[in-house]
């Protein structure tokens, strides 16, 4: 039976803290220590342990912590995905920044390989190993495409982000007729994308998908820095074209900054709060995480709330990761009970 969500329900963005050996494993497969079959022992138990730290923080709403990703959220696709080739670093030595990120140029039609990305298999997997509400998360056409320069296959970048909204759109079928009924689009707030087109691409990435939709909109979390300046407010009201059910945005490393635009413009749609900072190791308490959501009640009506953290717990440390979505899911559970004291 599945369960039923609470008022104020919390989940995650999609990633969860990598344990220290599941590093250590992944440096022996580059030395040709381990194997395939042992990488893959080692990722069944690595989401294993995500699932189980989800479970005992007491999330409402569990993901299987990305930890099949090799590179980040979206890196270790473009090592499956046919017709592109990588391009030399711009830069290599001294502090990491964005400009060190591998980028690729198109050689031929985009395609992935047999079995798509593989997003159905992980969450076949996390279905399987949890009686809780699930999570899919995949990054959208932006998030593919911003780091392949079209080449001569392609006419321009919206070409090539158009060629993965393909791709995108057959992986999410699959994710739906996996069992999945909630699904997470994650896409950059880059600055010269507009709302409207943002929306645009979200729509052909999920058209025909019968499934809950949330549209996480990202600023960037690489070794927990932001990539793009961090405002929504260019994006409003274009985005709310998105034939999206919910939207996942950051608050908590912004101080809460823009919430009035949620009271403008998303009285329609449901929320995905932000109100725990993912990149600061400041360890939350059940009651902070309970004010910044009254603060987010405000603009927002509880029955359309869920909370989470402000983007996902990919470079942050297991210990980290875990000590704030136990505060994430017992503020939640606080907030709760306020409200019901007030009525």
């Not at 989470?308 to 009970?337: E, T």
Request: hydrophobic share 40%; glycine share 12%; net charge neutral.
């Amino acid at each position: 039976m599945t369960p039923v969500l609470p008022l104020i329900p919390s989940t995650v963005c999609g990633s969860h803290g990598k344990a220290g050996w599941w590093y250590a494993a992944v440096k022996a497969f580059e030395a040709g220590q381990l194997g395939p079959g042992d990488m893959e022992e080692m990722f069944d138990d690595a989401a294993d342990t995500a699932i189980r730290d989800m479970e005992r923080a007491g999330l409402d709403i569990i993901t299987d912590g990305e930890v099949r990703r090799l590179d980040g959220y979206v890196d270790s696709y473009y090592a499956i995905i046919k017709g592109i080739a990588p391009l030399p670093a711009r830069r290599k030595a001294g502090p990491w920044g964005y400009d060190q990120q591998t980028r690729y140029e198109a050689v031929g039609r985009i395609e992935t390989p047999p079995g798509g990305l593989g997003i159905v298999k992980e969450f076949t997997y996390l279905k399987a190993h949890t009686a809780k509400r699930t999570k899919a998360t995949c990054a959208g056409p932006l998030t593919f495409g911003s780091r392949i320069h079209p080449g001569k296959m392609y006419r321009g970048v919206v070409d090539v982000a158009e060629r993965f909204a393909e791709v995108i759109n057959e992986e999410l079928k699959g994710l739906v007729t996996a069992g999945a009924d909630f699904i997470q689009i994650d896409e950059p707030a880059r600055g010269n994308v507009s709302g409207e087109e943002m929306a645009r691409l979200f729509n052909l990435a999920t058209a025909g998908v019968k499934a809950k939709l949330a549209f996480h909109i990202c600023f960037g979390n690489r070794f927990g820095r932001s990539r793009f300046d961090r405002s929504y407010r260019p994006y409003f009201p274009g985005l709310l074209d998105a034939r999206a059910d919910q939207f996942v945005l950051e608050f908590a490393g912004r101080e809460l900054s823009e919430l009035d635009l949620w009271k403008e413009h998303g009285q329609d749609r449901e929320l995905g709060a932000g109100v725990i900072d993912v990149k600061g190791f400041y360890p939350d308490t059940p009651e902070d995480v309970a004010r910044r959501i009254h603060r987010v009640l405000a603009v927002c009506r509880p029955e359309r709330l869920y909370v989470n953290p402000d983007c996902g717990f990919g470079w942050s440390p297991r210990y980290m990761c875990n000590q704030k979505i136990q505060a994430l899911a017992a503020g939640a559970v606080l907030a709760r009970q306020e409200l019901a004291g007030r009525g």
